[in-house]
């Protein structure tokens, strides 16, 4: 058998896989969370909850109307999104003029509702979703066995990714959104409308985290908590990366993915604590962040 | 540097006359409610309580919002319980090694955590107490799943024999109220001054001359080491340390507590832990619904009600509590 530094490719490579699939969803994640910290000056920390909910959304549609993988892809952040446009609305638009940490603490208080809500009706148990045929099987690539859905996995979360990014720093729309940002109330004078603005950003940071449960149900089991643990790593994530630069979120969500799968090979035991020891790290070296401006 | 705090305001023991009145009726009622209700229900509010206080020294007094609290906390709770079970420790002593675990854990983390300000502050917190969960969750001596059960409560100094609810209860008072007047003085001492100068405007109290990043991790230790102290407390209170302790809802319960008691507030957090401690208690049995509605205490504290029960009264009376 062929092996690197005493372990076996496929063992190496197999980890190296699930690595990227976890930092597919960490760069999901995270790119949302400073989406919406950029507009909202919020840390929507019901971001995991609104992860579950796509999740869950993915399920119920199809055990409950047979609505397979495909539509629910597109229809799942459609509602998540909607849910997060009402949220905004009726709870967040309330909380610009206060301290921040009061959107941190409302967020909290909105994702113990939508997990009690979920572990009420869905049970704590993972539920299983199964994959569409479309999507099974997979090829052997000579050095390991690569399952066609996380590579699609991999693929759609980099489009998306890169999509969100050349959104907003390449596109007429993005450029509103960043003087938005820097100054809203010069933008407003500009006849832009501001607050529609920062409903909709919500709604889509919402939309895309839904998108990312979505993806992850067929992976892992729709399950009520499965957003809250996620989260936390991803915090640990925005404070490597810093919340400043799109491009920064994604790097550090695929690279702190690969470091966590790479640690599963080779020191298993800290493979949970690893990402908290590397923000540990960048926090004594760098304190503000891989690609951070200032605290 | 302290000797430049503002000394213009003195201070008795317990700062204003309605804050010593306060004070002198909380005495009383935690002196007589044991002949009332359950000793062991009151003893693990007065632990949360000290908790909830502890927390609120550094939100509300430095204005750095930790959501990582539980590590202190259930990290004291396990080794006071490994000490007083497996070294054969007397109580006083495992409550010590519980208490100064919380305090080497809160300098570690403290020191981190104050490179960043806010909303990044949280974040660290909460991935630091979350890596100690996981940490927690691994080692051998925390007995995983299950937890450090049937934590004997032994002889106070070898001697007093605490296993009697009754005892036990004299013991907490006491750890309760020192605690308390402890937090109070600080609060109320020239370095409190110079923490409230800090959460009012940190670049100013930089310009006056203060290394804030001192006064800062200080007030984190102070902080990590009372909720320690609680923490420890309650292992020999209700015998058993569990993951529940370390584990992040257990972060947002203190943040929550102090949040309806009155953020900022001397008394608030006691208010805040009793409150919520009893509707966990007589709302038992609706199960998982519990969570749901600590979300929706959480969501009308931070739009209707931001005061807290103890900060709406003394807003209303316009007197300090």
């Not at chain 1, 909202?40 to 399920?59: D, E, K, R, T």
């Not at chain 1, 638009?93 to 113990?112: E, I, P, R, S």
């Not at chain 2, 305001?9 to 359950?38: C, D, E, H, M, N």
């Not at chain 2, 832990?273 to 009308?300: D, E, R």
């Amino acid at each position: 058998m062929v092996t690197i530094f005493g372990v076996p490719t496929m063992a190496l490579f197999g980890q190296l896989l699930i690595g990227l699939i976890n930092g597919s969803f960490y760069a999901l994640l995270s790119l949302g969370l400073a989406v919406i910290f950029g507009m909202l000056n919020i840390i929507n920390f019901a971001h995991g909850a609104q992860y579950m909910l796509g999740a869950v959304a993915a399920y119920l549609l199809l055990n409950i109307l047979g609505i397979g993988y495909w539509p629910a892809l597109i229809l799942a952040p459609l509602i998540v999104g909607a849910i997060g446009i009402v949220i905004e609305r009726l709870f967040l638009q309330w909380l610009y003029k206060l301290d921040h940490l009061y959107g941190l603490l409302l967020t909290f208080g909105l994702a113990l509702i939508i997990e009690g809500v979920g572990r009420n009706y869905l049970g704590t148990a993972g539920l299983p979703y199964t994959l569409p045929d479309s999507l099974r099987g997979g090829n052997n690539l000579g050095f390991m066995y690569l399952p066609n859905y996380r590579a699609w996995v991999i693929g759609v979360s980099l489009v998306v990714c890169f999509g969100t990014w050349f959104a907003i720093e390449r596109t007429k729309l993005g450029a509103y959104l960043r003087a938005a940002t820097e100054n809203p109330t010069l933008v407003r004078a500009f006849g832009i409308n501001v607050p529609r603005m920062i409903t909709l950003t919500y709604g889509f940071g919402a939309a895309l985290a839904a998108f990312a449960g979505v993806m992850a149900a067929p992976i892992y089991n729709v399950s009520p908590n499965m957003g809250s643990e996620l989260i936390i790593v991803v915090f640990a994530v925005v404070v490597i990366g810093g919340m400043g630069s799109i491009l920064g979120a994604i790097l550090s969500g695929f690279g702190l993915g690969i470091i966590e799968g790479l640690t599963k090979v080779f020191y298993p035991e800290a493979s949970n604590t690893v990402i908290f020891v590397v923000m540990a790290i960048v926090l004594l070296v760098r304190p503000a962040g891989l690609f951070g401006r200032g605290a | 540097m302290m000797e430049h705090a503002p000394l213009d305001k003195r201070f008795s023991v317990l700062g204003t006359t309605s804050q010593t009145i306060a004070f002198a009726v909380l005495a009383v009622i935690l002196v007589t409610a044991p002949f009332f209700t359950y000793p062991l229900f009151l003893m693990e509010c007065m632990c949360f309580g000290l908790f909830a206080l502890a927390f609120n020294l550094l939100v509300g007094y430095v204005g750095l919002l930790s959501f990582g609290h539980a590590l202190y906390f259930g990290w004291a709770s396990y080794l006071s319980a490994e000490a007083a079970k497996n070294w054969g420790l007397s109580p006083e002593l495992a409550i010590l090694v519980g208490t100064a675990t919380a305090a080497l854990c809160g300098l570690v983390a403290g020191a981190l955590a104050i490179r960043r300000q806010g909303i990044y502050f949280a974040m660290i917190t909460l991935a630091l107490a979350q890596m100690m969960y996981f940490v927690a969750l691994r080692a051998k001596f925390t007995g995983g799943e299950d937890g450090i059960q049937a934590v004997p409560r032994g002889h106070l100094f070898g001697v007093i024999d605490i296993s009697s609810n009754a005892a036990m209860y004299v013991v907490v008072l006491v750890i309760f109220l020192g605690g308390f007047l402890l937090i109070h003085r600080i609060i109320h001492s020239p370095f409190g001054e110079v923490l409230k100068a800090i959460r009012e405007n940190e670049p100013r109290a930089i310009s006056l001359g203060y290394k804030t990043d001192r006064y800062k991790l200080m007030a984190f230790v102070l902080s990590a080491t009372l909720a320690g102290l609680a923490g420890a407390t309650k292992a020999l209170v209700v015998q058993i340390a569990s993951l529940t302790d370390v584990y992040w809802p257990m972060s947002g319960e203190v943040v929550l507590m102090t949040l309806v008691g009155g953020l900022g507030t001397v008394f608030g957090p006691i208010v805040g832990a009793f409150v919520i401690l009893t509707m966990q208690y007589k709302l038992a049995w609706i199960g998982q619904w519990v969570l749901v509605i600590q979300g929706v205490i959480f969501v009308v504290c931070v739009l209707l009600f931001r005061r807290g029960i103890v900060g709406e009264i003394a807003h209303r009376l316009r007197i300090k509590l």
